[in-house]
């Protein structure tokens, strides 16, 4: 890589290289209530004999905390007050916090994984932790340690990667630092959970080497707490299968804490028997679209025969994730498909005929118990109260998380940007004039829309010299539906009705802060008219609201709802990035749909009706029309054209597919096609194709960066940052190369062979599956490139005193600016290899990351634990050590420069 010449960009990295090595934070200065390593086992026991089997089972089974008190979080056990066993929060996540109060968004995980950087992962831990404290949550739902098999599952893009080791090791460092501020961390989804399928099935030396691994690291971690998932798991419910978790999670891993059902996770009551301690949510409000969804096993009084509304799909479009004009078929989760068996017994029953006893409930209450003495809560070290958050602090690790993160896929001599650039830039799309701050709503942090700087403002902030053009292209936040098109009862305006009756009429819909103009807080508000369209097209309608709910319907039809529900948890509060990639610009939530109308009247329907948040209604009805886009595409090309050179963000919302949602590939093509100096930045969490990688003269990938991203990606396009980060998953050519999704393999995928889905890749995952089948990666996992330039030298491996390896090597930064490499040990299959076990052709074994000065060589010392030198032998049901295998060290997986034997 050869770098342009610049004078502040060489200052700049020489000032942040200082300024990192100043800003190191020790984890003990993160410390609030460190867990004991054990709790006070007398005690514990003595609580549970004063308990009554009603008391126990308030341990085991969530409840419904006081409305006054309530936070809107995920989950809430009730303790037993009368012996002052105090209740639990759970919270939501990853990353961050999701309560009735908006959290900082961190990076996505998959940013976290890039780092490479366990120091990293801990610091994004610390965070996690202390939003937890501050947001009065217990329990911290996180860490994803599931695989990235399958890119199209739906939650994939939660994980740190397709490797175990890398899981294991980022979600073992998130743990020590969110439980070091005295909140318990609850390891997730154990275990198979890394497909859109059900009906699992894996064979053991795979499971106990893959999808079970990160969780041993978990455990080793002292996580406190384990969510077995949805799927089934080689036939039985994983939250109800004797074999993962008695025989593998308890007996073999030795997890000590208490394991949670994912909600609605439980099928029945004889869960219970099987390695199963805690049943959420427990119950449900009645009113709750999850009513319908929520079974309550762990009860033991009579059934509830109340009448239940029937699951509404549309009423969790937020959570689940509602359509938007670029990705037109809604990307949440598959409600139809989810198990809903249900075997009918009841705990009265089970109690009775014996099928679960005291002695099974008492021992699950005495694990939870166990977890809420060692971690303090027995003696007050709980927080319920709401507090500020450490917002300066937490951003510091959000921002520096976002720069380390950063991806550099391919650099001709574009990046970082020189002067020539900066003096004429065209920024283009909305990723450019907004934050592409979470990517998607589901379980995380909000974030704090407040503190969002665009990439373009803190470009100009970091060079204010620069001569920058900005071009949206797809236009987000529309233009407010004129006055000119809105009727009622062949008059002028739309007819406002209020709850107390009162009517009046608005010539538009725009209630907003940035209007000057809101509605009182809790008010339930009705617009009806008539929309006159000039041209039949396909008009984006945008709904925009915050502090209430909103639903849009023309001509009797509803058109889309904001994803705040009743019940659905999480406060029911109406967060400004809930239903779209991006909120408006002035911050308010956008729920966007493509509406097909002919020329003429259109029936139309506003309605706004308060959440809890006490906060003045703002509700406005946006749209672009088909002209509009047009011209805001023909403004994009351009800028593009008079630049002398051109950055196009792109971005993805949930599950890619492997695609860029909308236009964004006819876009950069576009771009590239009259500007020879086209650069393209990119806010995705998975893997995407890149039909224009060849037309475009450098690619940056800043996934989704937090609350702070945009200060990030100014910095590494500055040069302020030599990014470093690496690829967390395999990016292939094309999406058949992966494995899930081989056409020539169906049972791999999550449709599977006759109901099942079985993984007969066995360990071949990810970049072990391309280097078995010897397919050509488009970017290898662990690949990134640099501002500068590094050589690896003197390759020494060495017996470790706990049986593994201590592999060394030195590392020199040979280039002139500084920046950090991480340097990669692999170990090859064994030569001999016995019969019936797998081996992949090479396994990730250790890594790190180190800052390296222009010219200057550090020794990196990198352990190989003994569990990477052992294969779980099915014959033997054991750890066996296998035969001497190669060491590798490299960049990436396909760039391995140094081998020794061991």
Known sequence: MSLKKSKYRTKYLAVAFCLGALSVVSVASWAQAVPAEKADEARVDRLLKQMTLEEKMNLIRGGLEDPSVYQGQAGYLPGVPRLHVPSLRMADGPPGLLTRVAGQAETATMGVAATFSAKDAEANGAVIGREARSL???????????????????????????????????????????????????????????????????????????????????????????????????????????????????EEMGFKGFVTSDWGGVHSVLFLNEGLDMEMP????????????????????????????????????????????????????????????????????????GTVTEATITAAARRVLYEIDRFGYLDGKQKHTVTAQNVEENAAVIRKTAEDAAVLLKNEHALPLGNDDLQSLALIGPGAGQVAAIGTFGERSPGLTERQISPMVALKKGFPEANIMYAVDDDMTGVPVPASTLSHDGKPGLLRTESRGSK??????????????????????????????????????????????GRLMIDGKRIGQTGAAKGTVHGDVQYATQDNGFPTTDGLDNVRRAVQLTAGPHSITVMASSDTSNKPEQIRLN?????????????????????????????????????????????????????PNTI????????????????????????????????????????????????????????????????????RSDKGVDGKTTYSEGVDVGYRWFDKQKIEPLFPFGFGLSYTSFAYSDL??????????????????TGVVAGDEVPQVYLDAPEQQPDGVQFAPKTLAAF????????????????????????????????????????????????????AER
């Open 282 to 353: 427990g119950a449900a409000e009645a009113d709750s679209p999850f009513k319908a969804f929520i079974n309550n096993y762990f009860v033991t009084a009579p059934p509830d025969t109340t009448p239940v509304k029937p699951l509404d799909p549309e009423a969790l479009a937020g959570i689940l994730g509602g359509p938007i004009p670029e990705e037109p078929q809604a990307n949440g989760l598959d409600l139809g498909g989810f198990p809903r068996d249900n075997d009918k017994t009841t705990m009265r029953e089970a109690l009775k005929n």
């Open 848 to 899: 790190d990351r180190v800052t390296l000065a222009p010219g200057e060589s550090k020794d990196v010392t990198m352990h190989v634990s003994p569990r990477a030198l052992e294969y779980w032998s099915v014959a033997e049901k054991k750890w066996v050590r296998s035969d001497a295998r190669r060491v590798r060290v490299g960049s990436s997986s396909r760039d391995l420069k140094l081998a």
């Open 623 to 675: 749209w672009t029309t088909p002209e509009l886009r047009e011209s805001n595409h023909r403004a994009a090309i351009d800028a593009a054209k008079k630049a002398h050179t051109a950055v196009v963000f792109v971005w993805t919302r949930g599950k890619p597919d492997f695609a860029l949602p909308g236009e964004q590939d006819k876009l950069v093509d576009e771009i590239a096609a009259v500007n």
């Open 680 to 747: 393209v930045v990119m806010n995705v969490s998975q893997p995407v194709a890149m039909p224009w990688l060849g037309k475009v003269k450098g690619v940056l990938q800043m996934w989704w960066p937090g609350d702070e991203g945009g200060w990030a990606t100014a910095d590494v396009l500055l040069g302020k940052v030599s990014p470093a980060g690496r690829l967390p998953f395999t990016w292939a050519k094309q999406l058949t190369d992966y494995a899930a999704n081989d056409p020539a393999h169906p049972e």
């Open 796 to 813: 020494k491996v060495a017996k470790a005193a706990d049986n593994g390896l201590d592999v060394s090597v030195r590392v020199k930064n």
């Open 136 to 250: 009065g949550i217990d329990v911290v739902l996180q860490p994803f340690i599931n695989i990235d098999r399958d890119i199209t599952f739906a939650r994939a893009y939660n994980t740190f990667g397709e490797d175990p080791m890398l899981s294991g090791a980022m979600g073992a460092a998130e743990v020590r630092g969110a439980q070091a501020q005295g909140v318990m961390a609850m390891a997730k989804h154990y275990v198979g959970y890394d497909s859109n399928a059900y009906n699992i099935f894996i064979d053991q030396q795979t499971l106990h080497e893959v999808y079970a691994a990160p969780f041993v690291d978990a455990i080793g971690a002292g996580v406190s707490s384990v969510m077995c998932s949805y799927n089934r798991i080689n036939g039985p419910f994983a939250c109800g299968n004797s074999d993962t978790l008695k025989t593998i999670l308890k």
């Open 504 to 549: 009046v009429v608005d010539a538009q819909l725009d209630f907003t802060h940035s209007n000057g103009r809101t509605l009182p807080a809790n008010e339930t508000v009705t617009w009806k008219g008539t929309l006159t369209v000039p041209s039949a097209g396909e008009y984006w309608m945008y709904l925009q609201v915050l502090g209430a709910r």
